[in-house]
């Protein structure tokens, strides 16, 4: 019986350690809360995540050709039809999805993010109110590019920066990438900046976004055309 009484005992103790380890590797954020390492989107991409502060965000830009209902987001390839555009659309930069897609993500305009569809469930476009508590966080908007940005240059090919991709360190794990943008009509400056929708708008034409460009260290906060195609990143519900 004593023998059988330590067994027992012996497996309750490796049992409780086995627990106390696992919970110790979760991921949590400052409330304690455990959070997922990666999130999936409707057409089956895979994003992993960071915890900064007290939001999740993605880490990936976000590449889904259909909205989080299962519609297809309309492909928009001509230049002068995008120009023009009042409804949703996205593209992949110099419509060559095969180089971009992966790494870059789609650019939308900003009716298509207007929607309230574009994340998966469980997630949103971050309001421009949320990106000033991440560059907050951060340290400020005149430092907080360094921290978001990946590190390293085309030419090192450890990442897609031009040189010399100025204080960039990704201590944030934010890894912000230079997709560039489509205006109208042209695309323009990958590897020298990335900018990336809000989902605060206006009435005159324009929403908020946010920039980092090769050459410093600052987020840019400012006003795009509601047409003009950003990147989107998104930040987890509360």
């Known amino acids: 019986m004593k023998k059988t009484h330590i067994l027992i005992a012996m497996l309750l103790f490796f049992s409780s350690a086995l627990v106390i380890l696992s919970s110790c590797s979760k991921k949590t954020d400052e409330n304690n809360n455990p959070t997922p390492s990666t999130v999936t989107d409707i057409d089956g991409n895979v994003y992993h995540t960071v915890t900064i502060g007290t939001q999740v965000w993605m880490v990936e830009n976000l590449r889904t050709t259909k909205y989080n209902n299962g519609i297809a987001i309309p492909l928009v390839n001509d230049g002068t039809s995008w120009s023009i555009l ?7 930069y110099d419509n060559d999805a095969a180089t971009y897609k992966n790494t870059y993500g789609a650019l939308y305009n900003f009716y298509a993010v207007n929607t309230g569809k574009l994340a998966p ?14 560059t907050t966080y951060l340290g400020g908007k005149s430092i907080a590019g360094g921290k978001m940005k990946s590190t390293g240059t085309i030419e090192t090919a450890t990442g897609l920066w031009y040189d010399p991709n100025t204080g960039a360190t990704n201590e ?3 890894t912000g990438l230079p997709a ?13 900046f990335g900018s990336w929708w809000s989902s605060t708008g206006d009435n005159s034409g324009e929403a908020a976004n946010r ?27 509360n």
């Open 86 to 92: 009042t409804s949703p659309g996205y593209c992949w």
């Open 180 to 192: 560039g943008n489509r205006s109208l009509p042209a695309f323009k400056d990958i590897g020298i």
């Open 121 to 134: 469930a469980g997630w949103h476009v971050p309001a421009d109110s949320e990106w000033t508590i991440l």
């Open 172 to 174: 944030s794990g934010f």
């Open 211 to 237: 920039s980092l460009y090769y050459s410093d260290i600052t987020v840019w906060r400012g006003y795009g055309l509601k047409n003009f195609g950003n990147s989107v990143r998104c930040v987890k519900d």
